[in-house]
Structures are given as C-alpha cells and as structure tokens.
C-alpha cells in the first residue's frame, strides 16, 4: 500500500540550527513526494514537492532530495529561523488509482531564539 | 493571492447531532477535497469532488457523512449523526487541474469537538 512514515517529535532548535526532519515511504506506482508546512492558525501550505528519483524540491530555504533507492524525502535547512516554526507534514501522491494524498503524522517544530 | 476558507474555525457539537462543515474553494478550481485528522494522527483523505459527483472515496467516509456544491461556490461536509470519534480537524482542499502533481490547496482547518 502506500503510506508515509516521518520523524516524531517535537522538535526544538535553536535559531539558525540546521534542521532535519526524516521522511521515508512506502507506495505503488511511481509517487511524488511533497513537503507541506502549517503554520499556528493557518492551512496545510505546500512548502516543496519532487516528481521523480534524484529530484530536489526547495523552496525558502528548505530542501528536499527524492531518494528512490533508500525510498526518502528527508527536508532540510541550514539555518533555521523563529518564524519556521510550524507542523511540517510528508505527503506522497501516487500516479495510478487514487488521486489523493497521502500523509505522515507532522513534525512539529519549534525554534527558540 | 486565492485562498480556500473554511468556516466555522471551531465548532463543538453534542453526539448525535448533524454538523456541516464549509468550504468555499479557489474560484477556478474544479476539484474538490475533504481531509481529516484526528489528534496526533496522520491526515486522512475523506473524499474527492468533481464535476457534481464524488469520484472518490475512503473507507472513513460511510453513510454518515455527505458532501455537496450547494451554490457553485461553497462545498461542505454534513456529518448526519456525529460521534465521539468524528472529533478531529477537518481540512477542505481544492485543485485546478486533473494532473496528479497539481497541487492542492488547503484551508484552515475546522477543529469538530464532539461531547
């Protein structure tokens, strides 16, 4: 089946911290993977995606490699900041059947300055 | 820049009774979405919407709950008779595209409180 496993937490950094938030998963088909971020009050924003094996999605700051061999999309950052503090969700979309997503649990960060 | 908005933010409700939820997508998008999660729990798929009918459906969304485009603007979910388990946030999500990398767009979220 398809299913999304990612690092529990909460997590707490320190400003300018580097960040990283493990996702592994398991799909038929050949998925795409995304990153979404929920910020305190807000929807599910989509904060990165990669369409295929050794694609990397990035966006402010934040990066994501889609590793086919070892089935991940680990998001990282170099340097976290106070204002990254949100839940951050894996997601995988499958391109056959179901034209759905499918999450992880979320990742809450925290980011002390 | 277009936003899905969901209201109420919060709603609390006794069992047994009848909730809906609101939804009011991106203007040109065409496909249409419910999500749950319940506290410290992945976020589930409910439902898809298109073209007046539900093209999709898990094994979550029984024959409690429904979901209808009442106007052509807004889509909700009715929740017939709700049940303790029901209590979770309840996300609306819409797409502009059939293509499976187009990307949803989420709302705020309703968080259902059931007593």
């Known amino acids: 089946g398809n299913s999304v496993t990612q690092m529990e937490g909460p997590v707490t950094l320190s400003e300018e911290a580097f960040l990283t938030i493990n996702c592994t998963y398991t799909?038929?088909?050949?998925?795409?993977l995304f990153w979404y971020v929920q910020y305190p009050g807000e929807g599910l924003q989509l904060l990165l995606k990669?369409?295929?094996?050794?694609d990397k999605g990035s966006n402010k700051g934040f990066e994501a490699t889609y590793r086919k061999e070892t089935t991940s999309f680990h998001l990282e950052k170099g340097s976290v900041q106070v204002s990254d503090s949100a839940v951050y969700f894996c997601a995988l979309r499958v391109s056959t059947g179901a034209n759905n997503l499918f999450f992880g649990t979320g990742t809450r960060l925290t980011v002390i300055p | 820049e277009p936003e899905v908005t969901q209201t109420p933010s919060h709603q609390v409700t006794q069992m047994g009774q009848e909730v809906i939820l609101r939804c009011v997508p991106i203007s040109n998008h065409l496909y249409f979405y419910w999500y749950r999660q319940i506290l410290g729990q992945k976020v589930e798929f409910l439902v898809s919407?298109?073209?007046?009918?539900?093209?999709?459906k898990s094994e979550i969304f029984d024959d409690q709950f429904s979901v209808e485009r009442p106007d052509g603007s807004n889509f909700t979910l009715k929740i017939r008779s709700t049940k303790l388990e029901d209590s979770a946030m309840y996300f609306c999500a819409s797409k502009q595209e059939s293509s499976y990398n187009s990307p949803l767009h989420f709302g705020n979220g309703t968080r259902l409180t059931v007593t």
């Open positions: 919407f298109y073209n007046n009918e539900i093209s999709e």
């Open positions: 990669a369409t295929k094996a050794d």
């Open positions: 799909a038929t088909g050949y998925p795409s």
